[in-house]
């Protein structure tokens, strides 16, 4: 029998290889294949050592290979065929994913023949590959969906139709193909979206439609993830609450986490004009402790950047209304915000942030723009004016947007520099009584606060590492990795958190509106406000230089203050207070749900644990009770 191995190289460790597991599943469908045919499946992190990736698949000796091809590993993938192609001349190598899809000019050489593409859904198209590799099997041009190259000339068959009935394709989970040695489990209830975002392959690879699997597949699939005690399930449909069954769906999910223990996390992306079955959903999940955070992927708040990117059909008020739902139910979220997009400009970006804050948003993070093939914007690039450099390192093969027809070079840096300012300030919740008081005064903005800062820590010496940090983050692309914004937090809230706090300090103080006697009196609820990323930073020690507030005390993770009563209802509008007190009187705990900073854990790690913390700050943000509950 011939060795067929199937390829993944993902971004997290220990997580179920699904689109390997259904092409396998389906292809062993076929009497032929099964005769023929013998699956093996090579999984490994994309920055996994190069020489021991190489080693292993060469080794393997197979006489198929088949990669799964994504932004994030096929820089390691191109390596890798390379060296097979040198070890094992005559193996049939396949490659599929969005990165290589219909891009067949850039990833196969005409001096190859035994390389193909697959240009689409994998499952059908690569059956017909295997059958067309058997000796009774078809020539590779009768095989829809491919692209190869023959006697010199690039050959690309037609288009493979889309799977109509998701059933055909036998699940991963219930048919043997997968064990229980994983700890992320990827889901699909169904495939399609509906959206034609410019930045985004989702909605352009399938054509609008939106096929489901069957609801009692879907639900044993979660039943047997739930078994096989996987801690985290990752739901990749590209809208879920959009259909009716979805909030079902989501209860089954807390069933079988409270039947069998496991999933302890669950991660979705929302539905985009469905706010109130989000909501419930996301109620749900909550109250089963599996989610503690909501994502509101926004994008941009900017009218034309909205119609560019064909992301008008999406309802800001729809948003809105999620973010509404989610504070009144005091559930966690963070909005999600790509720089820089098409028709957005620095102004409108930082005018955008500004919004958010006036509504309230607990976290916004602003993703830099992954400049993806196949994409509205990728066949639109030039008229666009859109410029990018490569990001992710050796392993990748990122490209990161860094100039617009709106947008210069120095202009996206300069947005950058305001993005950290603000994820220093806003998200860690630094400034947050002061901010909120000064907007409410003429003349002032969020938004020019935290450009105000941005221009302040440019200002510092060179080998300041609050500053280092950023500067190196923007010139080396280094925000391009999943890690970098936690490790930005795990800088200023714990490795160098007196020098940030001072930086705080010399900022507010340098500014006109220090002047306001309010404003100090703020500022000091601030900095006993400011949360702490783990539980065993030490303890900021300067709070007895309180001038407005008195200073009663510190406990092992808490400090009591006593706030004049003309400042009770900024501390009431801006601080979690469980309990009012009568005098003003109120314990600061800090002691949340944090983790101890632990030095033998790696940075990525430190980078991931921080990041998912800032995104459901409320969960670190200390409580404050009173000393003296009224009556």
């Not at 080794?59 to 890798?80: E, H, I, K, Q, T």
């Not at 593409?117 to 058997?134: H, Q």
């Not at 399938?206 to 699939?221: A, G, I, K, L, P």
């Not at 309010?518 to 601030?526: G, I, M, N, S, T």
Request: glycine share 6%.
């Amino acid at each position: 029998m011939k060795k067929v191995l199937l390829v993944e190289l993902s971004v997290f460790e220990r997580m179920t290889p699904l689109a390997s597991g259904y092409i396998q599943a389906y292809a062993m469908t076929d009497p032929l294949i099964r005769s023929e045919y013998r699956f093996e499946r090579y999984t490994d992190v994309a920055r996994a050592s190069r020489t021991d990736v190489i080693r292993d698949l060469v080794g393997f000796a197979a006489d198929v290979y088949a990669f799964s091809c994504y932004v994030w590993n096929m820089g390691l993938v191109r390596s890798v065929v390379d060296a097979i192609r040198q070890a094992r001349p005559h193996a049939q190598i396949i490659l599929g994913g969005p990165q290589v899809m219909s891009q067949a000019h850039r990833y196969l050489s005409r001096s190859d023949e035994r390389t193909a593409i697959c240009n689409g859904e994998g499952e059908i198209t690569f059956s017909n590959y295997l059958l067309a590799l058997t000796d009774s099997g078809s020539r590779l041009s009768d095989v829809n969906g491919l692209s190869f190259y023959r006697d010199g000339e690039l050959v690309t068959t037609p288009k493979q139709p889309r799977n109509n009935n998701l059933d055909d394709l036998p699940s991963p989970y219930l048919t043997g193909i997968f064990d229980s040695g994983y700890s992320i489990a990827i889901l699909e209830t169904n495939r399609g979206c509906p959206y034609h975002c410019g930045f985004c392959f989702w909605g352009a690879a399938t054509n609008d439609r939106v096929h489901r699997f069957d609801e009692q597949r879907v639900r044993d699939e979660i039943r047997w993830i739930a078994k096989s005690d996987i801690l985290f399930l990752f739901i990749a449909d590209a809208n879920f609450g959009m259909l009716g069954r979805d909030v079902d769906i989501a209860r089954h999910i807390t069933d079988c986490a409270n039947d069998h223990g496991a999933p302890n996390v669950v991660y979705f992306s929302a539905a985009k004009n469905k706010p109130h079955a989000v909501t419930k959903i996301t109620t749900i999940f909550q109250e089963a402790n599996l989610i503690s955070s909501q994502p509101v992927s926004l994008q941009t708040l900017e009218p034309n950047s909205l119609n560019l990117i064909s992301r008008s059909n999406i309802k800001l008020s729809a948003f809105a209304a999620i973010q509404e739902d989610l504070r009144e139910k005091r559930i966690s979220s963070y909005i999600e915000l790509i720089w820089p997009l098409p028709g957005e400009t620095l102004d409108s970006f930082r005018r955008g942030i500004g919004t958010l804050c006036d509504n309230e948003a607990q976290t916004v993070i602003a993703y830099p723009h992954l400049f993806l093939n196949n994409t509205p914007i990728f066949h639109n690039a030039e008229s666009m004016g859109i410029k990018t450099r490569s990001a992710g390192g050796d392993a990748a093969e990122a490209s990161v947007v860094v100039a617009t027809r709106e947008v210069t070079e120095d202009e996206f840096a300069e947005g950058m520099y305001f993005f950290y300012a603000f994820h220093a300030l806003h998200n860690t919740r630094s400034l947050r009584t002061v901010s909120r008081y000064l907007v409410k005064q003429p003349g002032i903005q969020y938004q020019d606060i935290f450009a105000a800062f941005a221009q302040y820590l440019r200002r510092q010496r060179e080998d300041d590492p609050i500053l280092s940090y950023i500067e190196r983050s923007i010139s080396d692309a280094d925000y391009y990795d999943v890690n970098n914004y936690g490790l930005f937090i795990h800088s200023v809230l714990h490795e160098y958190r007196e020098l940030f706090v001072d930086h705080v300090r010399r900022f507010t103080q340098g500014q006109d509106w220090w002047d306001d006697g309010r404003v100090r009196a703020l500022f000091e609820v601030d900095a006993v406000n400011r949360p702490y990323i783990y539980s065993n930073t030490p303890m900021d020690g300067h709070t007895e230089g309180f001038q407005a507030l008195r200073f009663l005390g510190r406990g092992p993770r808490s400090y009591t203050v006593q706030v004049p009563e003309e400042y009770l209802q900024d501390v009431a509008d801006a601080v979690q207070i469980q309990t009012m007190s009568a005098d003003g009187t109120f314990t600061v705990e800090h002691k949340r749900m944090q983790y101890p900073f632990m030095p033998t854990q790696s940075r990525d790690h430190s980078g991931s644990y921080c990041h998912g913390m800032i995104e459901k700050v409320g969960n670190i943000t200390p409580f404050w009770v009173s000393a003296s509950p009224r009556r």
